[in-house]
């Protein structure tokens, strides 16, 4: 039998708030998730604390296996960045990548400088370690490039969560990059990511759920989680008309592949 990875969640938020109560909230997430095929999930951090609870979320045992990343998001993109490097630099056995990082024009909460000089220092770090590199794209393509091709592209690197159009995944694709996509694609408004979606050889294509975030329809408007990976991997297969089996089989072999897991 076969199961999904889900490549991109935060199963870490409030972990530390009250840590019995989420560590159990935590291992029944991920038992429902195991119940609906999926057995790997890759848990990413955002900022200081996040990074660190995605590394004790990590640490859980259980059925599905929990790998983690550490990032400073382009919305926090202000915040002091040493705390992540040296997290990334102790090389947590459970640590696989670096983000998600990048750039965000649509919010900004960040200044353009700020997130340009984030983005690049993860860049660097996620090439002196050897790590994947977990990029968080929305409304600033161009500059995106930009900043890749002078930085140079790690050689493991997804764009997660894409939310751009065909010629945006041409562009990310010449340069290297896979693409991962999450419930959005399910949305009746979404025709546009839909036609990226199409257009993505299978061997660089991702399915996740960015969970708590983002729910993929008919769940849309609830809280998410991984179990509904298999829902976002289950529309992108019938939509783009490969078979449901060696689609499963293939997202998760990329997503081994992107993390330097062992293939399943």
């Known amino acids: ?24 909230n935590v291992r029944d997430t991920l038992s429902r998730a195991y119940d609906a095929g999926v057995n790997r999930v890759v848990v990413i951090g955002t900022g200081a604390q996040t990074s660190r609870e995605a590394l004790l979320v990590a640490s859980l045992d259980g059925p599905v296996e929990i790998f983690a990343t550490v990032g400073l998001h382009p919305h926090a993109a202000e915040d ?53 590199l977990v990029i968080h794209a929305r409304d600033a393509f161009d500059d995106l490039f930009g900043i890749l091709q002078s930085e140079g592209v790690p050689a493991r690197t997804v764009i997660h969560c894409f ?12 340069l290297g990059c896979d693409i991962s996509f999450s419930g959005i694609v399910t949305f009746k ?23 708590p ?3 993929p329809v008919p769940y849309r408007g609830k809280a998410n989680e991984p179990a509904h990976v298999s829902v976002v991997g289950e529309f992108l297969a019938d939509l783009r008309g490969d078979d449901l089996e060696a689609f499963r ?16």
């Open 163 to 174: 939310t751009g159009d065909a010629s945006d995944a041409e562009g990310c694709l010449a």
């Open 249 to 264: 089989v293939a997202t998760a072999r990329n997503t081994a592949r992107l993390f330097q897991l062992n293939a399943q």
């Open 1 to 24: 039998m076969s199961y999904w990875t889900d490549a991109h969640c935060h199963l870490q938020d409030e972990f530390l708030t009250n840590e019995d109560h989420v560590v159990q």
């Open 189 to 211: 408004n979404a025709e546009s990511l839909r036609e990226a979606a199409r257009m993505v050889p299978l061997e660089r294509l991702h399915v996740e759920t960015d969970s």
């Open 80 to 132: 002091d960045i040493a705390p992540i490097v040296e997290l990334a630099r102790a090389k947590h056995e459970k640590l696989v990548g670096i983000g998600e990082c990048g750039l965000d024009y649509f919010y900004e909460h960040s200044s353009r400088s700020s997130q340009h000089r984030a983005f690049a220092v993860q860049i660097a770090l996620a090439h002196e370690l050897d790590l994947a």
């Open 213 to 215: 975030f983002l729910a």
